[in-house]
Structure formats: structure tokens, C-alpha cells
């Protein structure tokens, strides 16, 4: 096989780098499709690429050899894969396939008991007010999703606060926003290079719903500001706990700086869609579909040659 053939296993690493500066420079929508969509063909192209390894190096083994008839001559000759890279590939293929299963398993559960868990919740209306003391706002996945917030996070907002919180929250089960960051999770656990991409997801969708929540109100800087002062609540009521599977303001697990990005990116104009980068992106995904497709063809011939000679 052609050296070119192990790019899709690197340029994961590339997507990596690039995610953050696409996450904060691109509009948070089209960021977000756009991650998502690569993070799953750059972690598709990788384990394709292991399997490739992995089914050239089976093939050099003898019981195989004997079984469908392949030639050794030819094999050992032509030399698709080296056993270090193929016993490499299969590990790591092993890997990845455990990985995305029990994740997959992992979030499965979660999403089916953040649908049980909103079924329960009290009142048939989207939205439900707890008692909480604690500030918390978040969306619920299931049919319906649930919209839920407490007394807490009521408390400390003004009423425009509380449009800009539904706003935020209704983007989030609007659009499906847990999806996305469930499909990032999954490309990050085939290949872990991709995990920078995962987390830019979770930014994004979290912007999305900012940006969401401010042509809704057509105010910015309430936006920044409500943003801002959830985050202190959530800080002076102890820290947030959402569901698993849920997606808030103030997202599951935020990041050191990351709401100081998002008050700042409210701030400023409406993000554009810068050309270039969406045009590296593509080049990027492009890239690494053709090598897949390659190395795919290089296999078929060789065993095609090895099985004739």
C-alpha cells in the first residue's frame, strides 16, 4: 500500500488542531454541521483504514493462505502491509470498535432514561419550573423534550433573562443539539485524535443557542449578560448537575474560559462564513475519503493478483 494510504490514520490530529479556530471564527450553526459531519467521515475513514491493515496482514497467514488459495510468494513479494503495521492496525481496530460500542451503549442508556425522566416530570407544558434552590436551566431529550428550570435560576434573573434562558433552552431542543454532541462523542471514541473536535461540538451548539437567543430578542449584549450571570448564580448556589444526556446554558461540563468566549463572541458582530475555511475543511475531508479509497483499491488488487498467481 501507498504511503498515502495511512493519512486518514493522521489527519485526524489535523482536524484536532483546526477545530477550535473553525469553532470560533465560523457561524456556530454551520460550525457545528460542519465538525459533526467531518469528525464521523475522518473516524469512518480511520477504522476503515485499520480494517484495511488488519484484513493484509490476515491474509499472510497460512491456515489462510491455504483456505482461499492466495500465493505466499506473492505475498511475502508485493508486501501490502508490513506485520508491525498490520498487528498495529488490528490492535488498534479492536480498539476503536470496543470504544465506539461502549460508548454507544453508554449513551444509549442515557438518553433513554433522560426520556423516562422527562416523561415523569410534572405538567404536560415544555417547560417545567422546579423548586431548586440551585440555579440550574436545561433541556431534556425525549417525546417531548422538557425544558426545565429552577426557582433558583428564575431568581436570579430579570424577566428579560428568563426569554433569553427559554430562547437558549428551545434552540437546544429545537434543533436537536444533543444529537450533534452524541455523534462528535462517538467519532472522538473510534479515534481519539478527534476528541478536540468533540469538545469544539460542544462549544458550538452552545453558541448556536446564544446566537439563537439573540435574534430572538435582538439584543446581544442581554444575551452576553444573562450568560454571564447564570454562570454566577450556578457559581454561588454550588455547582450545576444536569442529566447525562442533557444540554443547558451553562452546557454539562463547561470548560475554564469558555463562557468568557461565549460573552465575548456575543459582544462582537454576528460571526460570517469565512470561505477559505470552509474550503480547508472540505479539502481536509476530501483528502482523507480519497486515500480510503485507495488503499481500498491497492488491497483488491493485490489479492486479486495473490489468489491468481
Known amino acids: 500500500m501507498h504511503l498515502a494510504v495511512y493519512l486518514p490514520l493522521l489527519l485526524p490530529a489535523l482536524a484536532g488542531l483546526s477545530a ?7 457561524e456556530p450553526r454551520l460550525a457545528t454541521w460542519l465538525l459533526t459531519a467531518a469528525g464521523l467521515i475522518l473516524a469512518v475513514s480511520s477504522t476503515v483504514v485499520l480494517g484495511l491493515l488488519a484484513v493484509a496482514g490476515l491474509v499472510r497467514l497460512p491456515l489462510i493462505d491455504a483456505l482461499e488459495g492466495y500465493s505466499p510468494t506473492v505475498i511475502a513479494r508485493e508486501d501490502p502491509a508490513a506485520w508491525p503495521a498490520a498487528l498495529a492496525g488490528a490492535v488498534l481496530l479492536t480498539l476503536a470498535v470496543a470504544a465506539t460500542v461502549r460508548l454507544t451503549v453508554r449513551r444509549a442508556g442515557a438518553l433513554w432514561s433522560a426520556a423516562l425522566e422527562a416523561a415523569c416530570l410534572p405538567g404536560r407544558e415544555s417547560v417545567v419550573v422546579t423548586d431548586d434552590r440551585h440555579a440550574d436551566a436545561y433541556t431534556m431529550p425525549g417525546l417531548p423534550g422538557r425544558i426545565v428550570i429552577s426557582h433558583g435560576m428564575l431568581e436570579a434573573l430579570d424577566p428579560t433573562g428568563h426569554d433569553i434562558i427559554l430562547a437558549h433552552e428551545r434552540a437546544h431542543l429545537n434543533h436537536h443539539h444533543y444529537a ?15 476528541r478536540p473536535l468533540a469538545t469544539s461540538v460542544a462549544y458550538t451548539v452552545e453558541r448556536w443557542a446564544d446566537e439563537y437567543a439573540a435574534l430572538h430578542t435582538g439584543d446581544r449584549r442581554a444575551v452576553a449578560e444573562t450568560v454571564a450571570r447564570a454562570a454566577v448564580a450556578t457559581k454561588r448556589t454550588r455547582a450545576l448537575r444536569l442529566p447525562s444526556a442533557a444540554l443547558g ?14 460573552v465575548a463572541a456575543l459582544l462582537e458582530p454576528p460571526p460570517r462564513r469565512p470561505a477559505h475555511l470552509l474550503a480547508a475543511a472540505g479539502a481536509l475531508v476530501g483528502v482523507s ?21
Open 20 to 26: 477550535g479556530p473553525l469553532a470560533r471564527r465560523l
Open 180 to 194: 450533534f454532541v452524541t455523534l462528535a462523542q462517538l467519532s472522538a471514541a473510534a479515534n481519539p485524535l478527534l
Open 249 to 262: 446554558v451553562l452546557g454539562r461540563s463547561p470548560a475554564p474560559g469558555v463562557i468568557p468566549r461565549r
Open 289 to 309: 475519503s480519497v486515500c480510503v479509497l485507495e488503499a481500498a483499491h491497492d488491497l483488491h488488487e493485490f489479492l486479486e493478483l495473490a489468489h491468481l498467481r
